[in-house]
């Protein structure tokens, strides 16, 4: 696992710690220990990530972080900034941070779905 900045103290209890504390705090924002942990990272891969699609919309909040801040104009790529996931506008993969990690993964089963235009 590529590790990102984090503190060199965290561990499963401290996560378990910290998610009892965030349920207390109903309606507020993640503490801002769940972007820096790397446990937190790790049990997201394992428990979400690699698990099952997740979906997300053009004018939704992605973990607290816009995937496209402007209502208009023109882009090659959108990246999830939490994520660092990057699609092309067709939707297709392009680069998916710490994918290479997983056997067998390949960019091109992992595109975007089309939305619906009712969703929209």
């Not at 997300?56 to 990246?79: K, M």
């Not at 994520?83 to 089963?109: C, I, P, Q």
Request: with cysteine; charged share 25%.
């Amino acid at each position: 696992m590529k590790f990102i900045a984090t503190n060199v103290d965290d561990s499963l209890l401290k996560l378990a710690d910290r998610v009892a504390a965030q349920q207390d705090r109903s309606g507020f924002a993640l503490d801002p220990y769940f972007y820096r942990s790397h446990i937190t990272y790790q049990v997201e891969l394992e428990h979400i990530l690699y698990k099952s699609w997740l979906y997300a919309g053009h004018i939704r909040r992605h973990r607290g972080a816009r995937v496209c801040d402007a209502p208009q104009g023109n882009r090659s790529t959108f990246v999830c900034p939490y994520h660092g996931w990057v699609y092309r506008t067709d939707g297709s993969l392009k680069l998916a941070r710490d994918m290479d990690l997983l056997e067998n993964f390949r960019y091109e089963d992992y595109g975007l779905k089309p939305v619906s235009a009712s969703l929209l």
